[in-house]
């Protein structure tokens, strides 16, 4: 089965707002709503910013904001900041055997 | 907060056999809530899931690395380790241990700060 389909890079300016796309299939984010987002920068253990397509964990900025269309998940972050900087994966359940399926991840790069 | 770490070797010959634990503090890998798994990232590559493992002894794993993988849960030192067999350089990679929330729902929410592994030749 193959990943979750994301763009590679994606860049935005301080304060503007960016959305990342994660693109899967009627087997995974068409019929589940177990999204999840991470961030993650090097050398650091990845972050869960978005669980259940729209939901922050304790302690996540509401300028981290997912959402999900038919079998495509979003994340938008609003008020870019300099440590916004990471890359993102999506990630989903799946009906197939892989139980879990990642996106390829997207590096976010603050101009 | 839970905290995970792994620990195992840094460098595997090729053909042998992988084997990193992780620790798991400030919560019990017998919680029913959850599931405990593992992730890796190659060098240069995106996070791949490779399974994981409830108190129950239920497992998931990676279709594609299914053959190789086994996973097991030490309760009375509340560790747990994954094991690959016949690595290759392809599994060269920092090896994660994450606390899986599945029952619903499908996330990670707590992760060690992951170990290298390399594969020699």
């Known amino acids: 089965q193959s990943a979750l389909t994301q763009p590679a890079s994606v860049s935005g300016s301080p304060g503007q707002s960016i959305t990342i796309s994660c693109t899967g299939s009627?087997?995974?984010?068409?019929?589940?709503?177990?999204v999840s987002w991470y961030q993650h920068r090097p050398g650091e253990a990845p972050k869960l910013i978005i669980f259940?397509?729209?939901s922050r964990p304790s302690g996540i900025s509401n300028r981290f904001f997912g959402s999900k269309s038919g079998s495509t998940a979003s994340l938008t972050i609003s008020g870019l900041q300099s440590e916004d900087e990471a890359d993102y994966y999506c990630t989903s359940y799946t009906s197939s055997t892989f139980h879990v399926l990642f996106g390829g991840g997207t590096k976010l790069t603050v101009l | 907060q839970p905290q995970l770490q792994e620990s195992g070797p840094g460098l595997v010959k090729s053909s042998e056999t992988l084997s990193l634990t992780c620790s798991v503090s400030?919560?019990?890998?017998?919680?029913?809530?959850?599931?405990w798994g593992w992730i890796r990232q190659p060098p240069g590559k995106g996070l791949e899931y490779i399974g994981s493992?409830?108190?129950?002894?239920?497992?998931f794993y990676s279709q594609s690395l299914r053959s190789r993988v086994s996973m097991a849960l030490d309760t009375s030192e509340n560790k747990f380790s994954l094991k690959l067999t016949s690595v290759t350089a392809a599994d060269t990679a920092v090896y994660y241990c994450a606390r899986h929330y599945n029952r619903p729902s499908n996330y990670f929410d707590h992760w060690g700060q992951g170990t290298l592994v390399t594969v020699s030749a």
């Open positions: 493992i409830h108190h129950s002894r239920s497992t």
């Open positions: 259940d397509v729209n």
């Open positions: 009627s087997s995974d984010i068409g019929s589940y709503n177990f």
């Open positions: 400030d919560d019990s890998i017998t919680n029913d809530k959850y599931y």
